[in-house]
């Protein structure tokens, strides 16, 4: 049969299909006052005009996947509803369920995966992530099983080590094999301060550290400053638990090599491009969200994401990047008085009843005394897991933690910054510390170029 053969030498391939989903944090509306979220802000820049590229938005306080919880419901208007949700999360598979059925419907072979997230949305968009690499993705013209899918995943995901675990393999191995197909790796994982609220899943912290997504290309975006409890961040590089050294991250799972592990044959490791950064300020002052400032502080972190996701060629709408701030680094550089500002804005405290939110700020103080499991540090710098009341004490970092240069900038420019886990200060008496208890100490560049500059602190034998 003789090859046909183009006559205009057009290439009629057609473009790669992208699909993005950003998810949003528990307690964050859809609004356009100022305190939206860089979640919202980046679903706003995308591009939305490529007939190639399907969007996906979700808020974390819906039920996601049902028209009926967009409608009045009296009871979950309550702020008290809406604080106990944040703090328990307890809708959280039909988040993930939601965006996974919106990628089985739309994920055709060959599309590129991005996935954003902040807060409890952040552990949502890893977990489903998660779900991808050891699960696969249903056909669309069974949506009816994902029930199951989801069921032989959490079953794995959280078995214990032994024969639980070996049963729930078998199990996932069943559904995927039957029901669903690789759809290759997430290309790119851009997360803002994720955190497990999540009841049923919260109780073995170990279990998030046993099974983790496996992206092409992962950016985490982490607060030094958040207190709460309940906001334990849920690390991709977390500290070694009583002196146990911390896990590399090579994956080895069905998105990478389907056929070979559904085979049982060997297959090779994948490491992927993780960077998990530190950032100043609170929770929100990573992922956006605190009302009423001109100028924000999560500006930082929001640059830097939007920067590294076009890096990973993700394309965004010009005229809405220059509006929200933003840049593109592959023609143009950052605006110096944008950065410098966000460097100086005004960092918040959770745990403070200076911002105007004084129910919720009872509530998460009542949390603090609570015998949550939490990580604990101790003066050799090893760390444990307690249930000691935390106290609104900051949450502690890796000994090797990358730390935003903006961090850095801030340290110089404002005397009162004394973030007692970068080793400036005393637990609970920052504040009261005089300059010379406030020793900024020796630090080590590890990588620079425009807003990708990170700092780690040297111990005091500068070694």
Known sequence: MSKEIDPCGCNDTEPTRELVLCFDGTGNTFRADGSETNILKIFRMLDRTKDNRYCYYQRTDVTAGSFASLAYQPFTNLPTKRIVDQALATSFNEHVISGYRFLARRWVPGSRIYLFGFSRGAYTARFLNEMLDY??????????????????????????????????????????????????LVHFLGLFDTVNSVAEFNRDVSKDNDIQPSPKIMRHAVSIDEKRIKFQPVLFDPP???????????????????????????????????????????????????????TKASQIPLMWMVQEAIMADLTFDPIQLKKHGCFDPRIEDYDPDIVQAAEQAEI???????????????????????????????????????RWHGRGFRRPLPPAAKIHSSVLHRLHYDPEYKPYNLGMGNKGTAKEQDDEQREIGQWRRIAHGKLCEYWVKLPRNGK
Do not use: Q
């Open 135 to 184: 699960a696969g993705l249903i056909s669309a013209d069974n949506e009816e099983t994902i029930p199951f899918v989801w069921e032989a995943f959490i079953r794995y995901k959280f078995a214990d080590a032994g024969k639980e675990r070996d049963d729930a393999e078998a199990s996932l191995r069943l559904s995927r094999e039957t029901m669903c197909r690789s759809p290759g």
């Open 240 to 294: 070694p638990i009583g002196g146990m050294k911390a896990r590399t991250h090579h994956v080895s799972t069905w998105a990478a090599n389907g056929e070979a592990i559904i085979s049982g044959l060997p297959h090779p490791v994948v490491k992927g491009d993780f960077e998990e950064v530190y950032f100043a300020g609170d929770h929100s002052d990573v992922g956006g969200g605190w009302p009423s400032l001109k």
């Open 348 to 386: 918040h405290d959770s745990l403070g009843y200076d911002f105007g939110r004084g129910l919720e700020v009872l509530f998460w103080r009542m949390m603090e005394y609570m015998p949550f499991k939490r990580p604990k540090v101790s003066p050799d710098g090893e760390v444990h897991e307690t």
